[in-house]
């Protein structure tokens, strides 16, 4: 992952058979009933690979990803 200024580019490797996996970035942690709930960005993509250029500079972010038919994983990240 590298987040810089507005900018955050994640990648990952599927370990199963998934085609899409979805993406969410927040400002807060959330927990399992927040995952069910719009987040700051919500995004599902087809890729093992998501660019995001419109977060705030100097800001805290959680991500959560999940494949189509998997448990969520978490990454906390801190912007410059």
Do not use: H
Not at 14 to 42: C, R, Y
């Amino acid at each position: 992952e590298k987040l810089t200024g507005r900018e955050l580019e994640l990648s990952w490797t599927e370990m199963g058979m998934s085609k899409t996996w979805n993406v969410k970035v927040s400002k807060t942690e959330l927990d399992s009933v927040g995952l069910t709930q719009p987040a700051f960005i919500d995004i599902t993509v087809d890729t093992t690979f998501v660019s995001i250029d419109t977060l705030e500079p100097n800001s805290k972010y959680y991500v959560y990803l999940q494949s189509e038919c998997g448990f969520w994983r978490y990454l906390q990240l801190s912007g410059r």
